[in-house]
């Protein structure tokens, strides 16, 4: 996948790449995991759930249940995890120089992530980043997780830029594969992953601690608003 492409969009993950946050997500599960009586290993768990939907997520482990019922079941960990966040909030370094770019260039941004609505909530607006994005899109407007690229997809026909001018952030391989489904470029934020973790991927064009670490980097040209 080439990268020579300008970039007339962006793309952002929320947890793990907007804020430093998923050792809070893999405790709240752990706490849950062992209200459920189930085994729990964070490294497995992360590898094969980062970036689905708490329903994808459930299901696999009662393929049974209601909707109604799974819903209930991943309320429980996600209360557990935004009141151990709460007072954590804080945007990843580097993050708000780069928005600031990219809106003086005229470069609209969104953010897709697989986070229920009131995790949304707490970042974005503990943050006082919502007014910022063109938009924003989960799976409770209707999309599938990830690494299905319908999150992606819409958000690049929101904001009315072609997929293969999109860039987006993601802090894992679903995430990453999502967007190399959708044709989009991508850069690994590695919050929780070494970059070996995602050498197999062709549209990762850089890969770095954080977005700080990003300023100056020569994949990352704006296109002329």
């Known amino acids: 996948?080439?990268?020579?492409?300008?970039?007339?969009a962006l793309i952002f993950d929320m947890d793990g790449t907007i804020v430093d946050n998923m050792r809070f997500h893999d405790d709240a599960w752990e706490a849950w995991h062992k209200t459920e009586n189930l085994a729990?290993?964070?490294?497995?768990?992360?590898?094969?759930?980062?970036?689905?939907a708490n329903l994808e997520?459930?299901?696999?482990?009662?393929?049974?249940?209601?909707?109604?019922?799974?819903?209930?079941r991943g309320l429980r960990k996600e209360e557990l995890y935004r009141a151990a966040y709460r007072p954590h909030v804080a945007a990843?370094?580097?993050l708000?120089?780069?928005?600031?770019?990219?809106?003086?260039?005229?470069?609209?941004?969104?953010?897709?992530?697989?986070?229920?609505?009131?995790n949304i909530d707490l970042v974005l607006d503990t943050l006082g980043l919502r007014s910022r994005f063109a938009t924003?899109?989960?799976p409770s407007q209707g999309f599938r997780g990830k690494p299905h690229p319908d999150m992606f997809l819409a958000a690049a026909e929101r904001m009315g830029v072609a997929p293969e001018s999109c860039?987006?952030?993601?802090?894992?391989?679903?995430?990453?594969?999502?967007a190399k489904r959708a044709g989009m470029r991508a850069v690994a934020i590695l919050t929780m992953l070494e970059a070996e973790a995602f050498s197999g991927f062709d549209n990762v064009i850089a890969s770095a601690?954080?977005?700080?670490?990003?300023?100056g980097h020569s994949s990352l040209r704006f296109a002329s608003a």
Request: aromatic share 8%.
């Open 1 to 8: 996948m080439t990268s020579e492409t300008s970039i007339r």
């Open 40 to 52: 729990f290993d964070r490294a497995s768990f992360f590898s094969r759930t980062a970036g689905k």
């Open 57 to 72: 997520i459930l299901s696999a482990y009662f393929p049974d249940a209601a909707d109604a019922e799974l819903e209930a």
């Open 92 to 94: 990843l370094s580097g």
């Open 96 to 118: 708000l120089d780069l928005m600031a770019r990219a809106e003086a260039a005229g470069v609209p941004m969104a953010v897709a992530s697989a986070a229920p609505p009131a």
């Open 136 to 138: 924003i899109v989960s």
């Open 167 to 178: 860039l987006v952030f993601e802090d894992a391989p679903l995430g990453v594969e999502a």
């Open 209 to 215: 601690r954080d977005f700080a670490a990003l300023d």
